[in-house]
């Protein structure tokens, strides 16, 4: 097992934390927690002047919704991605002043990093899965009302 250093095991669990969802401001939002908070942001707004008599224009509406979802899970993927990269950086500035512990610092963080970027690419499917089911159900509400 790794023993991690200093900032290394400071910068780590703060990016583990904010992976778990606990950290109070996060850097990113979650991809697939997106849909949901966009639907419902969505449904606060125009939920009320449901139902539509014209079904064209629940397709319309949903359609926009849909890409805001789709463009949101993308942007929440690009901030994720450019983090584990600035994290990575810095590892490598941590790793190199860890002395003999060096090369198992690039080990576990290579490791811990490889773990992140699985995780987001998870995420980001489970997101753009969610994002089709709800703009079903969201469709179905502006249809037929609450």
Known sequence: MVRLIGIQALVLSAFMLLVAGRAE?????????VPA??????????GPGFPFADPS???????GALSACQQS?????RCWKGLIKRLAKGAKTTCQEQGPEEEACFEGTGANLAGQIQ???????DGRVACEEI???????????P
């Open 25 to 33: 401001a996060q850097a990113c939002a979650v991809p697939d927690d």
């Open 37 to 46: 908070e966009l639907y419902d942001a969505y449904l606060d707004l125009l």
């Open 57 to 63: 224009a629940c397709e319309k509406l949903t359609k």
């Open 73 to 77: 899970v993308s942007s929440s993927v």
């Open 119 to 125: 995780g987001v690419a998870a995420s980001e499917a």
């Open 135 to 145: 703009a079903e159900t969201f469709f179905d509400f502006c249809i037929n009302g």
